[in-house]
């Protein structure tokens, strides 16, 4: 099954359904699930996309919830910290929501 705008639909129609996301706190330590994806669309919603691998326990498919980081191998390298959760297809893609860049 491949990662559709179908699945980017239904994540935003879920968070516009929730309100307003928390602001995102600073990226916690090297523990916090990973996806680390050729490229990312970014914002308070992160769309890591192509050849996404998991690390730290990440989730590979479905559901996740919590905080998650999402990093580039593009370059200049980008790194998220996100904080509510998302959904995860891999390796095509994943969407994690309440987002913020970290240095």
């Not at 307003?20 to 970014?42: F, G, H, I, N, R």
């Amino acid at each position: 099954m491949r990662f559709s705008s179908h699945l980017f639909t239904i994540t935003l129609a879920a968070v516009s359904a929730a309100g307003a996301l928390a602001v995102a706190a600073p990226a916690q330590a090297d523990a916090t699930p990973t996806y680390t994806c050729d490229q990312a669309q970014s914002g308070r919603i992160v769309l890591g996309h192509g050849n996404c691998a998991a690390s730290n326990g990440a989730s590979a498919q479905g559901e996740f919830q919590g905080e998650s980081l999402v990093v580039t191998r593009q370059a200049p390298q980008l790194k998220f910290h996100c904080r509510d959760g998302g959904r995860a297809q891999l390796p095509d893609g994943v969407v994690a929501l309440g987002c913020q860049r970290v240095p």
